[in-house]
């Protein structure tokens, strides 16, 4: 009776579409008591874990993606706000730039006033200046040496005078200077200062107004070929004095060309040419004579030839000897009184 039982039971089941299904494989849904049931949801109830830590892996990548964006935004606007303060102080750098500009350039006008005030006067100085000697309280004395020479007598006068430590002026004629161009940038290189003597050794009062200034002019040229630079010369000296013996209208007009070319008209007090021109003319009376004459503040006039070139190691010890001190025109007329 049991047997029979259970048999029926099976039979039955076996009859029903869903025991059917389960049994053939069959993918179907069956209610057991208002439950619904799915056979595939055994097979795959591993893979929504695998789904949860994909999400969460990408939650946190992106999580990551948003903070470091936010990083360096954060960077960037403070870069941007420390350029903002930049750009700010050099704004007010420079507006006081130009307001120190605008300064300088009032300070630059009222200098190149004042300069060209002086300017004018200098020239007015100049133009009404003959300086015959330097300043009597002074111990100083002046050695200029006039017209020029081959380069033998030119090297023994700077011999003498660089063993007696002296600085000189020279007067040469601007056509010694192209003939001896090595021997006069040795003296240049060696402290000794330059004097305009014109080109030719022309007398003023002889030629044009023109002529003086291309005389002077042709000068400038050559020492400025000969030395490989602009060489500037404060001083002036007239061959043979020429127009500047006595007063008249024709010596100012000379004075005038010669301001214009920023230089003073130098002559001397102390000179040989004419002082012994009855006597014997050698180094032993030549030196005599300077010695003789020179005090503080004078100027002494030699030329280059022989008889005075071999004088000068004798005037040189001399002035020495006399507490006297040779030096350049410079040096005279900037020094100080008591010098």
């Known amino acids: 009776m ?15 579409p869903v025991l059917r299904a389960a049994v053939s494989g069959a993918d179907t849904t069956f209610n057991w008591k208002g439950l619904t049931m799915d056979s595939q949801y055994y097979g795959r ?26 990083v360096f935004s954060l960077s960037q606007y403070m870069a941007v706000q420390a350029m903002q303060d930049n750009l700010d102080s050099l704004e007010e750098r420079f507006k006081q730039v130009e307001e120190e500009n605008e300064m300088l350039w009032r300070q630059y006008d009222e200098i190149y006033e004042e300069n060209e005030k002086l300017r004018e006067e200098n020239k007015m100085l100049r133009s009404t200046t003959v300086i015959n000697h330097g300043n009597r309280e002074t111990n100083k004395v002046a050695i200029t040496i006039d017209d020029g020479t081959g380069s033998a007598l030119m090297n023994r006068t700077l011999d003498y005078l660089k063993e007696h430590n002296v600085q000189a002026t020279l007067f040469p004629m601007g056509s010694w200077v192209e003939r001896e161009p090595e021997a006069w940038r040795r003296a240049v290189d060696e402290g000794h200062e330059l004097g305009n003597h014109t080109y030719s050794h022309a007398f003023l009062t002889t030629i044009s107004e023109e002529r003086i200034r291309e005389e002077l002019n042709r000068w400038e040229e050559a020492v400025e070929e000969a030395l490989g630079y602009s060489y500037e010369t404060l001083f002036f000296r007239p061959p043979g004095m020429d127009g500047f013996t006595s007063q008249g209208s024709r010596r100012q007009q000379f004075m005038d060309i010669i301001a214009e070319k920023g230089m003073f008209t ?5 000179e040989l040419v004419y002082a012994l021109r009855n006597e014997a003319y050698t180094p032993e009376r030549i030196t005599r004579h300077v010695l003789d004459n020179a005090r503080g503040g004078s100027i002494v006039l030699l030329h280059f030839t022989e008889s005075d070139i071999a004088a000068l ?8 000897d006399r507490g006297l001190e040779p030096c350049s025109l410079s040096e005279l007329l900037l020094a100080d009184p008591e010098a």
């Open 2 to 16: 049991g047997i029979q039982l259970t048999f029926h039971i099976c039979l039955r089941l076996q009859r029903t």
């Open 45 to 70: 109830s591993k893979q929504p874990k695998k789904k949860s830590i994909a999400r969460i892996i990408i939650f946190l990548f992106l999580l990551a993606a948003v903070a470091a964006l936010s």
């Open 266 to 270: 130098i002559l001397w007090d102390v």
């Open 313 to 320: 190691p004798a005037i040189l010890t001399g002035l020495k």
